[in-house]
């Protein structure tokens, strides 16, 4: 008899070179514990509704648990003519069981039998990126906390434009890590639906109850439609596409903190741990880390994009061009998972070079703004402000001087309107001073910034005892 | 005076070259109703914090009014130096109200107005798409309906396999259809928080009431952290995302029905009004509508690739490349939508060639799995009545017959067991045989299938008597 | 002493985590072979410059030469401590030598080490996959041989549009592979330029000679600026596009097989071999390998998409992104070599089913256009004749008749002219008349066909008796 | 009649939505030159075999030549019922000259002719980039002519690394463009095969001269096998890589330039004609137009993954997807095109800020790897040598000095081996002495850079007299 599943009506034997390019048990051995919790609920399924006895599931049950306990022990050994891991599972419990180990494909097809697998593999997947979002989000506080006051120039364009609190800064990556969340959970909401049952791609004629299976795997509802269920696999997209929104994130952190760690800007001391050296330069201390998180956002978008190629254009129902999916969810998964554990100690063990900050916080004009905003508070239409300051700025720099060093009678010329006393307006030059003016709600404002961390901290159950 | 919103500190006029390479009105002329909208939400709340008095104010939001009814009657002409659509609204404000229009841009920065104008955009877009939606849910509701009763046969790997009600296939793409609505949903409620008051990326000094903006413009929440804001544009890549997804979706029913067209399937009649005709070959019926929905689908694809390598590597806050959002936003809307507009009058208009089905149902074996299931209850072990059904349909194809057509003593030579009565065993051969056997929920069973059918019907309010 | 390369200036190790982040030895492995061949030309010359005495040299040789039968024995544990296969050798080096191998990185840097490897790799990679497809052409040319005087049904838009021979068409795709080849070519020429000698991205004050190390290793050139090489991944670029190029033929002649292959066309019967059956329905015998091939061109292309998210924005020179480019390289070569190796014996072991083809050949009005070129050549003007024969397959369509089947005075009275002689006409008709009427160059006209195929023959070396 | 250039066999009249949908003129317009060009070559091509008369040719070219003008001269209404710009033209053909208008089509599809004429087109947007492109790279050189002699630090990891000079910078990129150049070369050579004469997929029955035409639009070869012709976009897909691997460059020169302007970096002065300013901060002057070139490459990247997905999984040979091609053809090209239409008066506006350079080159030890280099021409083994200078730059940042300025005695004491002379070595110490340390080819030794810089004068004949 043939190992395969299959083969019953064929009459030469699978190619070799087939066998290794048809194979999936090299990446799909990932999912045993998944196969094995399914086939489990299903065999008393099958039980509960008359297509095994109760001895003969509880036998199967028993044996698939031990199959697991053997692939974990790594006493499982792949061979690509089995294909698959739902094949070799299947194999080990007909070599224990013989004829009784036949009977636990009944009523399901590998078809619904490996979208159960992976959507459950991918349901824990999801929870594991979440809560180490959840620990960088913590992290990102904590640097929140721990630089509490310092100011940066905040940029736009990488250009200065106005003072910023370090805090501020660190909670709007805050911000981005939480949409990072929101979408996985939605990503593992809509994929909470059981598809074990579809079969192939239209049902069967078997007396099953899949609303059993259904409570004991924790799906929140049945897939309705079987062909549906044959034909989809929206679930890994929405899981690849979160994980690329992540990955696109986590590159423009890195990209800035690279930015920061040159010795032009000098903003940050990144750990030696995190960082790696040259084979040729000696001086050399590189933030590779950095550099490999911005990098390997390639590896996920391009995951999704194999994904939206793989998908393109198929018929219903399964084709095997499905089998490929897993390639790029476990790409996608593990590569963000990597760089998402890297992170975190990275960010905990990193410092801002408050001395080197402080020492260029002038330059750059990052008063204009505000001084501008005084104007407008005092009357002066904005646009016109805008070009009053704009030419505050232009003499400053032929002058190569910051606008509060500009002498009064300057000052006073190229404003809009005389005034009486332009002392209000200059307790608004400085860097210190631009920032402390700010008041809108959501912005760098002091009293907001500390608010919205306190939201943090609480939101994330961090103890100030904590740390 | 410069034309531009900013220009103060600018020696030198801006290169012509540059004028052109930076323009974003051929484009973003889109914008213009929310870009209004938004603008007078923001004048009525700087009224309320005293920033413009009340009867400012007024003049301001009539003004625009008329700014806006002068667009869309066509009579802005539109100036590349004027860069994009909200410089031109605030220049043509100013033409009409001096400096009073100058007062309009107070405490915003185009930073968080875009972001605002392109958030109310994306919103519209996502309400009409999903009403396309639903109706294209109605159109393969109505085809279920319209074809109820008829037997296709179901594919797997585009070979035939089982038997399915062509009501049964109709309402997968219905579920599929779903999905791609819930996700809409689900970018339109992540999306719905506003951004304005975040200005160029810290906020302002400017006492704003960005909640009653809120309000007026109908955001669920408040954007949190301004330099969050000012770099995002997570919303963009939710929605076009969806898209890509639903695309994806449209390309393989494209792609399927492409192949139900062809001679040798024959399986679909396509209005002669969706199709097109050969320059060269005068007997030519193409499906050229089918094609280019399924071509399409590369260019919404493509759109999101655009998105994720635009933004990959950014570092805070705004950049000048987050322009080209629009062009990837814009391209995959009008693509989908066009898509979603030609193919519900398409499926309304299709109908299945019922003959040509039915001459060739009895091909392919499309009732082996149900005489395999019939076994299993039988008591034999499934892998073993999988190899029996093997060797059936080994010998039907070496005598060229059908299942139902091998003599009794085949028949039972190749069963695993003896049997004493095969009949109940026949009784299951032929395609309807085999179609009725089905009962599983979700199945392609027809007491299923009229339920899902009836639950659809009443979800999309589908009235028995509309159609 | 710190086991890396580097690491002199660091006050504190590196992190584990941060080890098993940056490691590239899990596949970077694959270069030792390079990385032997091109360190052992470097040291040669190191002698020969006298940066080495010649008895040095000869050691190191010898002691890679013993590193690399090492390797290939399986003897060398990988460990992830030692970050990359360049490490690995170099450790190996100095454990069999001491101080000596301490002196082979002399004059290099791991920057245009890497690049030198890796452009050997793809070097041979590149002939590897140019001899698959002149394999694969000769596959598709004894296709054209065995199946010679076989019409098929053209296709545009999946219509049948005008008969083809099955020579012609299995020619079409040898034309395919050989732009992919020219591709290949190109790439390779333009690969053919030595880095080594760039260092880490100045070049060195060391007295190299790198034309000696350029001969040895066998490039065309010397690249002409360090910078330029240090930053440089063109080549990977090049390489992985040529394979994304032949990915995509790959993928449309699998679809059009596996279409081919389906119940109702039936025109080819693929070797069991390459077919797997159902895990649930018996009688399936799906093309499995067709359809991974053409879910694996999105393997490919995502490939191509990584290296270019990857390279977007990165300024000069190194970054550690780049250490990325390799799991690209690696998963677009061996997923087309993979594919190639199937693909060969599923064309040689296919064949064409000629009763199917045959039984419905008259189908789809393939004279059609044939027809209206008859008319042309009796004068009527092209458009004219277009709508003639259109309304002749009209009325066929009302009749459900073929052209040829039309009673004359149907035939007679469509027609744009009174005819004296239509018998020249109708001697058209019909799919074999068609077929024989062609003669322009490139066409499917017999003549032409035989031409093309000995042209084929003679490039491809196919002696008569070799098959 | 219809208008369409099909429909005889049509009984219902094209859904308007369908015309929008499938309309191309809002886009192929732009191949009119084109079309007219190649059409003029098939009359007198059909003329010459006796298809049309001598005197019917002369008409017809005329009336092309006439209708080409009236196009450029705005004078074409562009109405989508006729679908494409082939249509336009016939009919404005049949519009001039009635029944002999009609004969134009003769023997040949619309399909040989659109591949026919976007071949011409590419041709010519190939030469018109390449122009461009030697544009930048003389940009390049006059770059490096006017910075000559100044010394920037070169970074790898964007870390400092070691001294280059700016001609040294410059000249790599001139490296770059010239691979670009070369892809555009090949892509060019590999297009330059007529397909015209193809038509449909199969050829023609009529006696056409295919040579005659190829001779006269001037293609190298004629295509030898018509299924081939009707399914290749292969030169589409050359092109748009050409470009798109061009588009990386630039994004990677614009990267490096905007953080080159950085306040930080201080190395750059942007002329003011190409940066603009904000709307809310007076004082920026933001790099926009590196911005916009940097995002622009991801309209590139995605226009070419827009081509493999298109392509992906298309069987022979036309099918109606391929219309969209042009859309990402069109797309690269104008995008391509546009910002190196900037680059090239951006780089030549732009000048270093050598006060900016010159006041921190000491810093970040770039004179670390020449002292290194100097150890091992004294004997040290490479990998001790690293070591020591490690030391020694850990012993720096300590004391918050440079390599220059350590004490002799720590010197002394870090080296590896005892010194009589460290005088030699400590020569090779600051930036300047580093640079100057340099030899090998292609470094950034100066008598190479100067050997490399006058190559480039003279391969792209610049003139000392030029500039």
């Known amino acids: 008899?043939?190992?395969?599943?299959?083969?019953?009506?064929f009459s030469e034997a699978t190619d070799k070179r087939v066998e290794a390019f048809t194979e999936s048990i090299s990446y799909d051995?990932?999912?045993?514990?998944?196969?094995?919790?399914?086939?489990?609920?299903?065999?008393?399924?099958?039980?509960a509704v008359g297509l095994l006895s109760q001895q003969e599931a509880?036998?199967?049950v028993t044996a698939l648990e031990e199959i697991g306990q053997d692939i974990a022990a790594g006493r499982m050994p792949w061979q690509i003519e089995l294909e698959d891991i739902h094949t070799h599972i299947e194999r080990a419990l007909i070599a224990r069981l013989g004829d009784l180990g036949r009977k636990l494909h009944t009523a399901r097809s590998r078809n619904d039998q490996v979208v159960t697998d992976v959507k459950l593999w991918v349901r824990e997947a999801i929870d594991q990126i979440d809560?180490?979002?959840?620990?960088?989000?913590?992290?990102?506080?904590?640097?929140?906390?721990?630089?509490?006051g310092v100011i940066l120039p905040g940029y736009t364009h990488l250009q200065r434009a106005q003072p910023v609190l370090a805090s501020h800064y660190a909670l709007a990556y805050v911000e981005k890590w939480q949409r990072d969340r929101d979408r996985l959970a939605e990503a593992r909401r809509r994929l909470n639906v059981l598809p074990l049952g579809a079969a192939a791609l239209a049902?069967?004629?078997?007396?099953?109850d899949r609303d059993m299976v259904r409570r004991e795997l924790g799906f929140a509802e049945l897939a309705a439609n079987s062909m549906d269920v044959s034909s989809d696999r929206d679930f890994v997209l929405d899981y690849v596409y979160a994980l690329a929104v992540l990955a696109v994130h986590l590159s423009g952190w890195a990209e800035e903190w690279i930015i920061w760690s040159t010795t032009e800007f000098s903003f940050l001391e990144l750990p030696d741990a995190f960082c790696t050296g040259s084979s040729i330069m000696p001086h050399k201390k590189n933030p590779d880390v950095l550099e490999l998180i911005r990098g390997r956002s390639a590896r996920v978008i391009a995951a999704l994009q194999q994904l939206f190629v793989l998908l393109k254009g198929l018929p219903l129902a399964y084709n095997r061009d499905l089998q490929?999916?897993?390639?790029?969810?476990?790409?996608?998964?593990?590569?963000?998972?990597?760089?998402?554990?890297?992170?975190?100690?990275?960010?905990?063990?990193?410092?801002?070079?408050?001395d080197s900050i402080t020492a260029r916080l002038e330059d750059g004009f990052l008063d204009a703004t505000t001084l501008m905003e005084g104007l407008v508070e005092m009357g002066v239409p904005l646009r016109a402000a805008h070009e009053a300051v704009g030419r505050l700025v232009q003499e400053c720099e032929q002058r190569r001087c910051r606008l509060?060093?500009?002498?009064?009678?300057?000052?006073?010329?190229?404003?809009?309107?005389?005034?009486?006393?332009?002392?209000?307006?200059?307790?608004?030059?400085?860097?210190?001073?631009?920032?402390?003016?700010?008041?809108?709600?959501?912005?760098?404002a002091p009293a907001e910034v500390k608010k919205q961390l306190q939201l943090w901290k609480q939101r994330l159950r961090l103890d100030p005892a904590q740390h």
């Open 203 to 208: 049902g069967t004629s078997l007396p099953i």
């Open 404 to 444: 509060a060093e500009l002498p009064e009678e300057v000052f006073q010329h190229l404003l809009p309107q005389h005034l009486d006393d332009s002392g209000r307006l200059r307790s608004r030059l400085g860097t210190a001073a631009a920032l402390a003016a700010f008041r809108s709600h959501g912005s760098t």
């Open 131 to 148: 809560s180490r979002l959840e620990d960088l989000q913590r992290a990102f506080v904590r640097f929140a906390e721990r630089e509490e």
């Open 29 to 47: 051995h990932r999912l045993y514990r998944q196969d094995i919790q399914a086939s489990q609920a299903h065999t008393r399924m099958l039980a």
């Open 1 to 9: 008899m043939t190992q395969k599943t299959w083969g019953g009506r």
């Open 324 to 354: 490929e999916d897993k390639i790029a969810l476990f790409t996608a998964h593990d590569t963000v998972n990597a760089c998402l554990e890297v992170a975190i100690p990275l960010v905990e063990g990193s410092r801002l070079r408050r």
């Open 58 to 60: 509880e036998q199967i």
